[in-house]
């Protein structure tokens, strides 16, 4: 494949890291030291297959699974041996960050997740969507493919105008809204075919690397909105590893400490690139211990296990080879070999040096060889393969397009302001979950940030009796992002050896997005107006029903004409509805506008006061396996004469309906929904400019079914 040229631009005062360091620094373009042809060698096995590996197989080609282990062979329970078909089955989590990409810009072209063909996707005042950028000068800009590397300007951060989602361009500059093509992401995107994407996974902070990492080791950033002081043990709340450790959790990271002294890593293929964050806090400490201070005691200190002493040496060699990999992620590998001295613990977190962690300028390619080394390590020991669950996710978007609407808090929210400035949620990136109970090809659509995967941590560690609650997570966030529970199936474990493809072949892999099956859900949103015409308003409330207990999910209103066009964001819980109230006497009875919320819900509204269309929405909830669901609409004539609706599927199932109701009559429509899904469209022939559209997805899971 041809590789497009790109020079990257020039250092950006918003860019990621402007603290001084012994080596390069964080922005300057990392120039590769020979890249390494030929393949890396899979330490996995070969067995024979379970039927969804083969359909997976069959989907993927080459880059499908290889089958299970004899651990396939299954117990009088009908699960694969050694497992119970629960949680307990769950005995290692390990987490690999990796740097500043967005989910568009890696999954925007898979299949089955939603990426340029949203046709939910937020639509602008003058027809265009949001896949249509305007530069300054009015040029559109649209999403191409580019497996060039570079860099972007992170202008967008601490502009709240941005929160309208058309400033992409503006802000970030043309090259934000590439992506990379189906080939160069061939690895990337077989993982994601065989095991479970998430497409609503949303970095916790519209900011840059260092305030996004401090909430996946300790659920908050404390307002910082910039990469300060990094590495200097300052910070002085509690983090998750050390709740770990008072909980009597094992747990370890796992990094090249390479550097020299208190700040000094190095900007290369070796050292941590400053990203492990437990060096920032006051509990890892090293400075004034004695050598056998308890912290820093092999196999249990605090410290030890965070690799958080001062930096020191240097891992040869230190260039882009097989070797460089080896080194550095050497006390992995020795971790999951049978007998280690220090096995593998129940947590862990991986931290890539700078030339393997993604960061632009430093290539996607170079990380994906580094990911598959780490899965190669997992695989080799069929023990630890098949009782792990691995979360690839990644700090934030480095300014890269993204084009669905993060969660935002309303003004006020406590600890999720910055002074004015919203902290959460910033656009979507990229995570991936490989274990046996991901596996198969999904997609999970709940909302998820990086304290889900504390929040799941929580649940797992009170499931084997040694709970933990994190005190740093806001309540706000804790109800809007989920627990990762809804996109795992504990029940029915598909264990065993996967083949993933070389990422240096560029190879794309052959799958449509029916191959990709979303995880039910068990709660749905939903919004309906109706008008007071003598006080000339139209309202519309958004309610929540069903999900675990606390469920909150977030809703915004964008104006579709007569007013300016703006975001105002409503967090709405099962107990708690909200309204937004259109003042239609200021636009002489007109109103048109839309609601929007996660996983492709739209409703938009538009009309005249008195107009005699009137519909009530009704979503029936399906049960997960025989029924999907549907839609009830219920369609009035509150005129004179007959009227005629046209309805219309704009996505999903339903086709196009005509439905005549004569004066004063009504009639119901139930119409269908693919595995929940539904997207409809509502006009009638003899009233100019009302419309209604209901899109989104109804509960396909029985309430708490996580």
């Known amino acids: 494949m041809t590789h497009i040229p790109n020079t990257p631009a020039p250092d950006s ?6 603290e001084p360091t012994a080596g390069a620094s964080r922005r300057r373009f990392l120039q590769g030291s020979g890249a390494v042809a030929g393949t890396l060698a899979l330490s996995g096995f070969t067995g024979s297959g379970t039927a969804e590996a083969a359909d997976a197989t069959a989907a993927t080609g080459a880059a499908g699974p290889t089958g299970a282990t004899s651990a396939a062979a299954t117990s009088r329970r009908g699960l694969p041996r050694g497992f119970n078909g629960d ?3 769950l005995k290692h989590v390990v987490i690999l960050m990796q740097e500043n990409r967005s989910l568009d810009h890696y999954f925007g072209a898979f299949p089955g997740v939603r990426g340029f063909g949203d046709k939910q996707a937020l639509r602008f005042q003058d027809g265009t969507s949001v896949f249509q950028q305007k530069d300054a000068t009015g040029k559109i800009v649209s999403p191409q493919a580019d497996d060039g590397a570079w860099g972007n300007d992170h202008g967008a951060w601490g502009d709240v105008n941005h929160r309208k989602w058309d400033l992409w361009v503006q802000h970030s500059g043309a090259s934000c809204m ?14 994601a075919a065989q095991y479970t994407i998430a497409d609503q996974n949303f970095c916790s902070e519209f900011g840059p690397t260092d305030p996004n990492r401090k909430y996946l080791w300790s659920g908050t950033a404390n307002s910082e909105t910039g990469n300060t002081d990094e590495s200097n043990y300052s910070r002085p709340w509690v983090t998750v590893a050390e709740q770990l450790q008072d909980a009597g959790i094992d747990w370890r990271l796992f990094s090249d400490n390479s550097g020299d002294g208190r700040q000094g890593y190095v900007s290369s293929w070796i050292g941590d690139y400053g990203d492990n964050e437990l060096k920032y806090f006051k509990g890892f400490e090293p400075a004034g211990l004695s050598a056998d201070d308890p912290r820093l005691r092999p196999g249990t200190g605090l410290i030890w296990r965070g690799n958080a002493t001062y930096y020191a040496g240097t891992t040869t060699p230190n260039n882009d080879s097989d070797a460089n ?22 947590v862990s977190w991986i931290v890539a040096p700078y030339g393997w962690s993604e960061h632009p300028g430093a290539d996607t390619m170079h990380g994906e060889r580094y990911v598959k080394k780490v899965l190669d390590i997992l695989q080799g020991n069929p023990d630890i393969w098949n009782h792990t669950l691995f979360i ?31 902290l959460g949620f910033g656009p979507r990136v990229p995570m991936l979950l490989v274990s046996p109970w991901t596996r198969g090809g999904h997609v999970a659509s709940e909302v998820f940030d990086h304290t889900s995967t504390i929040k799941f941590l929580e649940v797992w ?16 966030r804790r109800s ?24 240096l072949a560029e190879t794309p892999v052959s799958i449509t997005a029916d191959d990709m099956t979303p995880r039910p859900l068990s709660f749905q949103p939903h919004a309906t107006i109706a008008e007071d015409r003598k006080a000339g308003t139209v309202t519309a409330t958004m309610t929540l029903a069903g999900g675990p207990v606390g469920k909150a999910l977030s809703f915004q209103v964008f104006p579709d004409k007569y007013e300016a066009f703006s975001s105002t964001p409503f967090t709405v819980t099962e107990k708690k509805s909200r309204t937004y109230t259109w003042d239609a006497k200021a636009n002489d009875g007109k109103y048109a506008f839309s609601i929007y919320c996660n996983d492709g819900f739209v409703r938009s509204f538009a009309g005249q006061l008195g107009d005699p269309p009137r519909v009530q929405a009704e979503l029936v909830a399906g049960d997960g396996a025989h029924h999907h669901g549907e839609v009830k609409l219920t369609l009035h004539n509150d005129g004179p004469k007959r009227i005629t609706y046209t309805l219309a599927a704009n996505d999903f199932l339903g086709g196009t309906r005509h439905v005549t109701v004569a004066p004063g009559h009504t009639s119901t429509v139930t119409w269908p929904t693919k595995q929940g899904y539904y997207d409809v469209v509502l006009t009638v022939d003899a009233v100019a400019g009302w419309t209604q559209r209901y899109a989104g997805r109804v509960a396909t899971a029985e309430r708490g079914c996580r």
């Open 325 to 346: 990999l080896d080194a550095v992620l050497k006390t992995l590998h020795d971790a999951c070999q049978p007998g280690a001295e220090h096995p593998l613990p129940a």
């Open 13 to 18: 005062p918003h860019d990621d890291g402007s």
């Open 178 to 191: 590439n992506y990379h093509s189906d080939a160069y992401m061939g690895f990337y995107h077989s993982v």
């Open 392 to 422: 690839l996710n990644y700090d934030e978007n480095d300014g890269k397009f993204d084009h669905v609407l993060p969660p935002w808090p309303e003004q006020g929210t406590a600890r999720e302001y910055a002074g004015d400035y919203p």
């Open 87 to 89: 949680i307990s089955d």
């Open 480 to 503: 809007i992002a989920g627990d990762l529970t809804s996109a795992i199936d504990f029940a029915h474990p598909h264990p065993g050896p996967a083949t993933f493809p070389d990422p």
């Open 461 to 476: 560690a009170a499931s084997v009796g040694k709970p933990f609650h994190c005190p740093n997570i806001s309540d706000w």
